[in-house]
């Protein structure tokens, strides 16, 4: 194991054990605070209880259409921007107008839209996903080397040989990095619709256990919430590592 990978692992626990000292010598209030240790057994009860699984299944799943049907047009915006420049004349004042719109400010306007199905809860993902995929689409077609585009122009490439060889090939690095960002903002949409007019959810677990002043299961909940998505983010890099071996070695 390389000291880069036994950081990685030391760097939570010490501060799980941190917060557990922390604990025991009343510096934080156990209160608002409780141990790690009380969490833990919490957790495992939660789990065993059939809750944890039925409440992140169907965050995922929100998660997951969401971040597709935003995802998927996000990117093909991005990649047009970054090709034309009218087409970045179009869309670019959009995104800067409507990106800074606070996503869970407008929740209430997706649930008047779509009602209070599952559609309000995807859309509410989308429209946060969506924005940064463009942005990062496109920033990574323009930071491709003039010298790549010289070259397809020089060989008179066509045009789906110069998309999937040179342009796609090109921005995926920024893609990826769209993908993690979004799979953030996107869990944080989710939980966020799920204190509305929803029962089921980690969102709704944490509101319940707000509302029933249970501190050890809003903790629980919020292990499971960053559970699921340090989960998504290791998929996202495994992927990245296989698209990408240069990338990988570096980071390495």
Same mark, same amino acid.
């Given at each position: 194991m390389t000291v880069t990978r036994l950081?990685?692992?030391a760097a939570p626990l010490s501060l799980v054990l941190l917060w557990q000292v922390a604990v025991w010598t009343k510096?934080?209030? *156990?209160?608002? &605070?409780? *141990?790690? @240790?009380? $969490?833990?057994?919490? &957790? $495992?009860? +939660?789990?065993? @209880? =059939?809750?944890?699984?039925?409440?992140?299944?169907?965050?995922? @799943?929100?998660?997951?259409? =969401?971040?597709?049907?935003?995802?998927?047009?996000?990117t093909a915006v991005g990649l047009a921007m970054g090709m034309n420049k009218?087409?970045?004349? +179009? &869309? =670019?004042? #959009?995104i800067a107008l409507l990106y *800074?719109?606070?996503?869970?400010?407008?929740? *209430?306007? &997706? +649930?008047?839209?779509?009602?209070?199905?599952?559609a309000a809860k995807w859309a509410a993902v989308a429209v946060g996903v969506f924005f940064?995929?463009?942005?990062?689409?496109?920033?990574?077609?323009?930071?491709?080397?003039?010298?790549?585009?010289? #070259?397809a122009r020089a060989y008179r490439i066509r045009p789906m040989s110069f998309f999937f060889r040179v342009l796609l090939p090109g921005a995926l690095p920024?893609? +990826?990095? =769209?993908?993690?960002?979004?799979?953030?903002?996107?869990?944080?949409?989710? #939980?966020?619709?799920?204190y509305q007019l929803t029962r089921?959810?980690?969102?709704?677990?944490i509101f319940n256990a707000q509302q029933l002043l249970d501190v050890e299961r809003l903790y629980a909940a919020l292990v499971a919430?960053?559970?699921?998505?340090?989960?998504?983010?290791?998929?996202?890099?495994?992927?990245?590592d296989v698209a990408l071996p240069w990338r990988a070695h570096r980071r390495a």
């Open positions: 950081l990685k692992i510096f934080l209030n *156990p209160g608002l &605070f409780p *141990p790690p @240790s009380a $969490i833990l057994a919490n &957790f $495992i009860a +939660y789990a065993a @209880s =059939g809750e944890l699984a039925t409440n992140a299944s169907w965050t995922l @799943s929100r998660l997951l259409v =969401g971040l597709l049907i935003g995802g998927i047009p996000g009218w087409v970045r004349a +179009y &869309f =670019g004042p #959009v *800074p719109i606070p996503k869970i400010a407008i929740l *209430p306007l &997706f +649930y008047f839209i779509f009602g209070t199905g599952e940064l995929m463009a942005i990062n689409t496109e920033a990574g077609v323009r930071q491709i080397e003039t010298i790549y585009l010289d #070259v920024n893609i +990826y990095a =769209g993908v993690k960002l979004s799979i953030g903002i996107a869990i944080v949409l989710a #939980v966020a619709a799920e089921v959810g980690l969102g709704f677990a919430v960053s559970l699921l998505g340090f989960a998504l983010a290791t998929i996202v890099d495994w992927v990245e």
